[in-house]
């Protein structure tokens, strides 16, 4: 069974420029989740959804950050504009949703910002 | 304060040896703890799952939970070269909360 797919893996922009970062989970998971990680740091969840319903998108810089998983399948995260601070490798993760914390990451889109 | 600690390392340590990995969290309200070790480029893969305290065992990994003291471990006994990689600890909750995650540990097992 394939895991959680994500594209692009490598971006390189120029700042002031749009990106988009694409996710596909593990079929049959109802819950996504985009976690974003610097250099040396753990993941910080930016956004979880059940099916189609962003449950959680507080800590969303809502001013340049979108997110939508339109069909509650596969989602799509959109920075506009890009900062030289985006730069970071941006998880996705998917869950059955029925136990805490069993997340299934992807390999990450690793964002860099010129 | 951070809500997980967690040492960066690096730690570097001979095959055959046992590891011994930690994480320190300060909110008592956490009951989920979980380990997860990445690979250079790619995702956290989960690798122990506890409930509460105690101990869990799975293979040469074990993890412990002391929450009195919001102390979690990780030991790994007979390390391999291929056990390479940053260890992350994250804790929650409750089901369907955030996970909050430490900056991991990075391991380097020499042959």
């Known amino acids: 069974e394939a895991g959680v797919v994500q594209s692009p893996r490598y971006k390189i922009i120029e700042k002031k420029q749009p990106v988009a970062f694409w996710c596909n989970p593990i079929?049959?998971?109802?819950?996504l989740y985009w976690y974003l990680q610097n250099l040396g740091q753990g993941p910080e969840l930016l956004i979880r959804y059940e099916n189609e319903e962003a449950v959680d998108d507080s800590q969303l810089p809502k001013d340049r950050f979108s997110a939508e998983r339109l069909k509650g399948v596969d989602s799509t995260l959109k920075i506009q504009p890009a900062e030289l601070g985006d730069s970071a490798v941006y998880l996705c993760?998917?869950?059955?949703?029925?136990?805490?914390?069993?997340?299934?990451f992807g390999e990450g889109s690793r964002l860099t910002v010129l | 304060q951070k809500e997980v600690e967690q040492d960066p390392g690096p730690l570097s340590v001979p095959e055959g040896a046992i590891v011994s990995l930690n994480c320190t969290y300060s909110n008592s309200a956490f009951q989920y703890f979980m380990w997860y070790r990445q690979y250079s480029r790619k995702g956290p893969e989960l690798l122990m799952y506890t409930y509460s305290s105690g101990n869990k065992e799975d293979g040469r990994f074990t993890a412990q939970v002391d929450k009195s003291s919001k102390y979690i471990s990780l030991f790994i006994r007979d390390s391999q070269p291929s056990d390479s990689a940053t260890y992350l600890c994250?804790?929650?909750?409750?089901?369907?909360?955030?996970?909050?995650f430490g900056a991991g540990t990075i391991l380097r097992v020499k042959s």
């Open positions: 993760a998917s869950s059955l949703g029925n136990g805490a914390g069993e997340l299934f």
């Open positions: 079929s049959g998971h109802n819950t």
């Open positions: 994250a804790v929650t909750m409750e089901y369907g909360n955030k996970l909050v």
